[in-house]
Structures are given as structure tokens and as C-alpha cells.
């Protein structure tokens, strides 16, 4: 009985043994199993990395459109509407001066110096409708680099056919800018202002006009100013032309 205790003893022992082998195998093969349920997540890292990277490049796009509409913004405040302020002005020894406002209040958006004396274009004037013609050279795009039409500095100048030397684009200095809030309450006139009022130093007498005009837009490469005068029908008196050629 002894020996049938201990054999049963050892057949337990075995058993309990072997059972403990049997699940060793059971918890080896538990871990390709749990990589079987971590293959489908790893299968999603590579769909994953494109949905992080979509969030960069639409932010880069919208950053993208938000800076393209920042300066669409900004070239409307310093640009020019449908309606806009001529003002015609010169020394009665200099060149004609030629500014186009938005309004009366706002800094000039095109401001040119003709070689025309200014005397010269008031007999011009005097004989009936004036038509100015500013034309410069179309050049290839990449050297023009997207210049717009009222920002080209050289232009070639013809007033009523006849060839008048050429204009020039200037910036807003203190003397045009003096000139300009000096006649800031005339709508529509012509005079002549004293060099006091202008603060223009010995420049002597000035002489302008001023007037609203009507702003056609052509094309990217022309566009053209009509002056609006109520006394004669609207039909205008003074006409600008810009053009790319």
C-alpha cells in the first residue's frame, strides 16, 4: 500500500507536471496571438501617418490663402475704385504733376511727373477735349514679376497724337502731399494757389485743377480715366489713357 501511495503520489506528481507542460506551450503560443491583434493596429500606423500629415498641408494651404487675401486687402486700400480724384498741378515754370486718389483723403495711388510744361497744357486745354496717352513696354512675365499697370515707372507720353516727351512715376513727397491737402476741399475747380499755401519754397505761383473722374478698367494691361463734368452733358473734357504695349 506503501508503494501504491507513493506511485500514486509520483502518478499525481507526474500529472501535475505534465499539465504544467501542457501549458507552457498554451502561453508561447499566447504571444503570436496577441501579435496577431496587434498586426491590424500596426497595419494602421501607415494609414495614420497621412491623416497627421493632412492637418500640415491643409493649415499650409489655408496660410496660403490667408496671405493671398491679405494682400488682395492691402492692394484694395492703396488701389483705386470706379470713381476717383484727379488733380492736375505745376508751377506756372514747371511739369505737370498728375495725381489719381481713391479719395479726397487718401494717399495718391498713381502719381506721375509729365515732361509737358504745364503752360502747354492748359492752351491744350483751352481748344477743347484733351486726350493724354501714357503707354510703356510689355515685358516678359518673368521679368515683370506681377507689376501692376498703375505701378510701371517709365511711360511714354502723347497728348492729342503728338508725342510730349515722357512721364514719370513719382512717390508722395512732402511738397506733393502739401499740394494735395491744400486743394483737399475742391470737388471740382481750377486756380492757382500761392507758394505760401503749398509750403512749395520759391516754386512761385501753382497752378491746378481738379476733378472726379471715372475709372475704366480694359485689361490688366489698360485702362483709362474720363473726367466727369456735369456743366456739359457729362461728356468729358480730359481723358487718360494708360497702356502696355
Request: aromatic share 6%; net charge positive; charged share 30%.
Amino acid at each position: 500500500m506503501a508503494q501504491d501511495d507513493s506511485s500514486k503520489r509520483h502518478f499525481h506528481w507526474t500529472k501535475k507536471v505534465g499539465t504544467e507542460d501542457d501549458e507552457r506551450p498554451q502561453t508561447f503560443k499566447s504571444p503570436p496571438e496577441d501579435n496577431k491583434m496587434e498586426n491590424p493596429n500596426k497595419s494602421h500606423v501607415p494609414i495614420q501617418t497621412p491623416k497627421k500629415r493632412l492637418p500640415t498641408v491643409a493649415v499650409a494651404r489655408l496660410r496660403s490663402v490667408i496671405t493671398t487675401l491679405g494682400r488682395n486687402r492691402a492692394n484694395l486700400q492703396v488701389g483705386l475704385g470706379r470713381r476717383v480724384v484727379g488733380t492736375l498741378f505745376g508751377s506756372r515754370r514747371g511739369h505737370v504733376h498728375f495725381a489719381f486718389q481713391r479719395d479726397p483723403n487718401s494717399p495718391p495711388a498713381f502719381l506721375i511727373e509729365l515732361a509737358t510744361p504745364i503752360s502747354g497744357l492748359v492752351r491744350e486745354m483751352a481748344s477743347g477735349l484733351v486726350r493724354i496717352a501714357l503707354e510703356c513696354d510689355k515685358q516678359k512675365e518673368e521679368e515683370k514679376k506681377g507689376v501692376r499697370l498703375l505701378e510701371e515707372p517709365m511711360w511714354r507720353t502723347y497728348c492729342n497724337g503728338k508725342k510730349s516727351g515722357f512721364a514719370t512715376r513719382r512717390e508722395c513727397g512732402p511738397k506733393e502731399w502739401n499740394v494735395l491737402k491744400a486743394v483737399e476741399p475742391i470737388s471740382m475747380g481750377a486756380g492757382v494757389l500761392p507758394a505760401s499755401a503749398t509750403e512749395t519754397g520759391g516754386d512761385g505761383e501753382l497752378m491746378y485743377m481738379r476733378a472726379k473722374f471715372e475709372r475704366i478698367v480694359g485689361s490688366r494691361d489698360s485702362e483709362a480715366f474720363y473726367m466727369t463734368n456735369p456743366d456739359s452733358n457729362g461728356a468729358p473734357e480730359l481723358s487718360i489713357y494708360l497702356l502696355r504695349v
